[in-house]
């Protein structure tokens, strides 16, 4: 019978071949994980699938961008040209309006105080002139009885200094007479001045229309100063607008008059309007360091859809060209991962210069091109190996 000591003997040789068979077990089942985490995250990096679009002829419509705002195609400020306060206001907002309707008042009463004045001055300054004229007639009258008498007496009688006198005293009265004419002209000319005030202190419109604001109420006081009042903004024919356009200086040698206008506005965002260019302005606009010009779009709105202020999102149509070679403008953004730094490199090389890449046995080659006009979506090819039909690559297709 076995003794003690080799019985645990054995044991301790079975316990160690079991622990080698469980960790070979074990390395080989790390193995075959890991080379399924290879296989999964490496072994297809290599395998790309690219998304594709052919190089065709296409008719290529090129647009200019420009927001802008709408503003009534005439617009009327109405102020006031005498100081007063503001008795009473005859129109509102919206309000439609017929040439020389009254619109509003002036508080009358120191305008009418001065017209009454000025007439009263008139009305004594007339007597004086008649006054004046009595005298001078007088006086005419006087200095030639004195003369005829001086002059029959061979100058013995009166004296040579009564005569002096009287001719003296004509030269006065005649001298008062003028005073007295000038003091009308001047009285009259202030009543006409002061009537014209009188006139002026109620507000008319001075043209068909309606109110786009009013900017008074009754008991304010305005003053005609340096610079006149404005109580009313008004427009002629809002079925009439038009749009001014702020154009980029990079884009403005392309917008020339007649051009047609596609816009949107915030109210209306689904619904597109339409307009044409009426007038290119040659003045330029600096904002903020950018430089931009003005262009007039004429627009009609007999639907009333539209409002003044309303601000616009435009799209000029600068040309449509025909059965031109175009690649798509994703093609131009393309760039593989293995390809960037070298496609970067060239671009600055070569800045009129444009790439897109083809698939050459599976790889990605790039091609150069000379681009043209882009309508957005599209950009002509105006110098290039490229060719109607063949394949650009324009993205990659994720696995």
């Not at 296409?58 to 961008?65: A, D, I, P």
């Not at 008074?216 to 100063?225: D, I, K, L, N, R």
């Not at 903004?233 to 040698?253: N, Q, Y």
């Not at 009129?352 to 006009?373: D, H, M, R």
Request: charged letters at 25%; one cysteine or more.
């Amino acid at each position: 019978m076995p003794s003690t000591e080799a019985i645990q003997k054995t044991l301790s040789q079975g316990s160690k071949k079991s622990s080698k068979k469980y960790i070979w077990i074990a390395v080989f089942l790390l193995l075959l994980l890991g080379g399924g985490i290879y296989y999964k995250f490496y072994s297809k990096k290599d395998i790309v699938s690219y998304q594709s679009a052919l190089v065709e002829l296409k008719n290529l419509t090129t647009t200019v961008s420009a927001t802008g705002n709408l503003e009534p195609t005439n617009s009327v400020d109405v102020g006031i040209e005498v100081s007063g306060t503001i008795r009473e206001v005859l129109v509102d907002f919206n309000s439609r309006v017929k040439v020389g309707q009254i619109m509003a008042k002036l508080d009358t009463t120191r305008l009418g105080s001065s017209v009454a004045s000025s007439k009263a001055a008139l009305t004594r300054y007339k007597a004086n002139v008649a006054e004046a004229k009595a005298s001078l007639i007088y006086a005419q009258s006087e200095w030639e009885r004195v003369d005829k008498m001086y002059t029959s007496t061979g100058g013995n009688y009166p004296s040579k200094k009564e005569l002096d006198e009287a001719l003296s005293l004509m030269d006065r009265a005649k001298a008062l007479h003028d005073a007295a004419v000038a003091q009308i002209k001047q009285a009259s000319a202030e009543l006409a001045a002061n009537e014209d005030n009188l006139h002026k202190a109620i507000v008319v419109s001075p043209i068909n229309g309606i109110v786009l604001e009013r900017k008074v109420e009754p008991g304010q006081t305005v003053a005609a100063t340096m610079q006149t009042p404005i109580l009313f903004k008004m427009a002629e024919d809002l079925t009439k607008m038009r749009v001014i356009l702020s154009v980029d200086e990079a884009d403005i040698g392309e917008v020339q008059e007649g051009q047609k206008v596609q816009f949107t506005v915030d109210a209306y965002a689904d619904k597109k309007f339409s307009g044409t260019i009426t007038q290119v302005r040659l003045n330029s606009e600096i904002i903020n360091g950018v430089v931009t010009y003005d262009a007039v779009v004429e627009v009609d709105n007999s639907n009333l859809l539209l409002r003044p202020g309303m601000t616009v999102s435009a799209s000029i149509t600068t040309g449509v060209l025909q059965n031109v070679l175009c690649v798509p403008n994703a093609a131009l953004r393309f760039t593989p991962q293995d390809g960037k730094k070298q496609s970067e490199k060239k671009v600055k090389e070569s800045a009129q210069t444009s790439y897109v890449w083809i698939l050459q046995e599976n790889k990605p080659l790039k091609v150069a091109l000379k681009g043209g006009k882009s309508d957005g979506a599209f950009t002509v090819v105006s110098e290039s190996t490229l060719k109607v039909g063949d394949s650009v690559i324009i993205g990659i297709n994720k696995p």
